[in-house]
Nanobody, 123 residues
Framework: QVQLVESGGRLVQPGGSLRLSCAAS????????MGWFRQAPGKEREFVGA????????HYADSVKGRFTISRDNAKNTVYLQMNSLKPEDTAVYSC????????????????WGQGTQVTVSS
């Protein structure tokens, strides 16, 4: 059974940094675009960013551009989300997903999902 497992979420103060990890099993992530999404309480799931199969290309939502960076290590079958200058509005459950369409930002285009990890930004 394919698994994507996120880790690294925790409580952090505004302006702080976190790095989330997404480890895959029974799935060769080198064959997929990998995306990060987030969902805050009472809100729709939101696209955060995505990275191409090779890792050469990335794109991000305007709300996180310049603050968040996605990277991947295909040899470790793991994707990362580096989050800097965190704001209270970044508070959400962050999930990684595997899909086939690099430029598509809609969740329905992603085939495999992790359970998510909670990030809380608060003083």
């Amino acid at each position: 059974q394919v698994q994507l497992v996120e880790s690294g979420g925790r409580l952090v103060q505004p302006g702080g940094s976190l790095r989330l990890s997404c480890a895959a099993s029974r799935l060769d992530i080198s064959r997929y675009t990998m995306g990060w999404f987030r969902q805050a309480p009472g809100k729709e799931r939101e696209f955060v960013g995505a990275i191409s199969r090779s890792g050469v290309s990335t794109h991000y939502a305007d709300s996180v551009k310049g603050r968040f960076t996605i990277s991947r290590d295909n040899a470790k079958n793991t994707v990362y989300l580096q989050m800097n200058s965190l704001k209270p509005e970044d508070t959400a459950v962050y999930s990684c997903a595997a899909g086939n369409m690099f430029y598509d930002t809609t969740a329905k285009e992603y085939n495999y999902w992790g359970q998510g990890t909670q990030v809380t930004v608060s003083s």
